[in-house]
């Protein structure tokens, strides 16, 4: 059993680091792409 208990934390570590990598990504994202790429509207034609 101390085998499967190091196997779940370890997937839990693991499952952690992904999702605190994939929120970094997307503030970075976020804040690096604010300003930019936004879709112009030109409903004076």
Same mark, same amino acid.
């Given at each position: 059993?101390?085998? $499967?208990?190091?196997?779940l =934390? /370890?997937?839990? /570590?693991?499952v952690?680091?992904? %999702?605190?990598? =994939? @929120? %970094?990504? $997307?503030?970075? =994202?976020? !804040? %690096?792409?604010?300003?930019?790429?936004? !879709? @112009?509207h030109?409903? @004076? @034609?």
């Open positions: 059993m101390e085998i $499967w208990n190091n196997v =934390a /370890l997937l839990t /570590l693991l952690t680091v992904i %999702i605190g990598t =994939a @929120k %970094i990504t $997307w503030t970075l =994202a976020q !804040a %690096i792409f604010r300003d930019s790429h936004r !879709a @112009k030109d409903s @004076k @034609k």
